[in-house]
């Protein structure tokens, strides 16, 4: 156990659908990275929280959203799903903001698989 | 922009062979390099990590990589390969105060 939670592990819905994805922390660590790992395109960045406030953007697509609450767990809202966001989503923490104490630590993951 | 290229997808290693892992990375300063390791259904667990001093860092599980600042290089080495490290594996590189770039990882295929 790593210590970073994502619930639910697996997800399945229908196009044009709307999942939210959870991620709890490791305990200690302010930083929240969301990445989507695809077979084509491998470990692509989404976004990045650091203590409740947006850090970073990557490759997020406009229909695709997060945040992170006070309690420092993290919520990534993907919406009117298509086939191609069919995807292991992957949340990772840090202590601080960026991998420089260490690294990141991960999250076994959601599957998410659109129908 | 970083970048990392693992230019193998694929690797098959006869168990008690050695191996090596290569990874190659585009980075403007001093990198922090990271190599980490996806088994089936799991999530990324980190290998080993590379900040600055010297370059030959040893990790986790008998694994070491070696930095190579001319070559751009930071490749995974184990001497004697374990069934049980048929696995998926990535670098990843990043200044030390952002977002990691992973490449797009090397599967590592064991066989008896």
């Known amino acids: 156990d790593s210590g970073v939670t994502q619930t639910p592990k697996h997800l399945i819905t229908a196009t044009g659908q709307r999942v939210t994805l959870r991620c709890s922390p490791r305990?200690?660590?302010?930083?929240v990275y969301w990445y989507q790992q695809s077979l084509d395109q491998g470990l692509q960045f989404l976004i990045q929280?650091?203590?409740?406030?947006?850090?970073a953007k990557g490759n997020i697509l406009e229909r695709f959203s997060a945040q992170q609450f006070p309690d420092l767990h993290s919520e990534l809202n993907l919406s009117s799903l298509e086939l191609g966001d069919s995807a292991l989503y992957f949340c990772?923490?840090?202590?601080?903001?960026?991998?420089?104490?260490?690294?990141?630590?991960f999250g076994s993951g959601t599957r998410l698989t659109v129908v | 922009a970083q970048s990392v290229t693992q230019p193998d997808i694929h690797i098959t290693v006869s168990e008690g062979a050695s191996l090596e892992l290569r990874c190659n990375y585009s980075?403007?300063?001093?990198?922090?390099l990271f190599w980490y390791v996806q088994s089936p259904g799991q999530g990324l667990q980190l290998l080993l990590k590379?900040?600055?001093?010297?370059?030959l860092v040893q990790g986790i599980k008998g694994f070491e990589a070696e930095f190579k600042r001319s070559q751009s290089s930071f490749n995974l080495r184990k001497p004697s390969v374990h069934w049980s490290d048929a696995a998926e594996y990535f670098c990843?590189?990043?200044?030390?105060?952002?977002?990691?770039?992973f490449g797009k990882g090397t599967m590592l295929l064991v066989s008896p």
């Open positions: 929280y650091y203590n409740g406030e947006e850090r």
């Open positions: 305990s200690g660590d302010l930083s």
């Open positions: 990843a590189v990043g200044p030390g105060y952002s977002t990691l770039t």
């Open positions: 990772a923490s840090s202590v601080v903001e960026g991998a420089a104490l260490g690294g990141y630590t």
């Open positions: 980075y403007g300063a001093t990198p922090y």
């Open positions: 590379y900040f600055s001093g010297d370059t």
